[in-house]
């Protein structure tokens, strides 16, 4: 999968105590997986909704490109991308994105 990282260290971040009950409890692969399904999720719905995670609408397709695509939704063509939206749970981590290349 290609795209970017997002760490989050629970320690650094408020949340003190939560990395030692993860590791004593040792469950933490459920946890990211559940945290993988909900950003896949949230994924497709920003297709529907053709919004980034900032709410805001995804620029429009220019006038030339629209008159040859004749309609139609934006990154949504064929469906391959949206069907490629897939997660990962591994070492502790948990990743999520597309193996689509363009």
Known sequence: ?????????????GVRGMGAFLDRVGRTDELLDDIGGYLVTSTQWRFDDEKGPDGKAW??????????????????????????????VGNDEVRWGSNVVY
């Open 1 to 13: 999968m290609s795209g970017f990282s997002i760490t989050l260290d629970l320690e650094d971040h």
């Open 59 to 88: 620029a429009p397709w220019s006038p030339s490109y629209a008159a040859k695509r004749g309609g139609g939704r934006i990154l949504q063509d064929s469906g391959d991308l949206l069907r490629s939206i897939t997660y990962e």
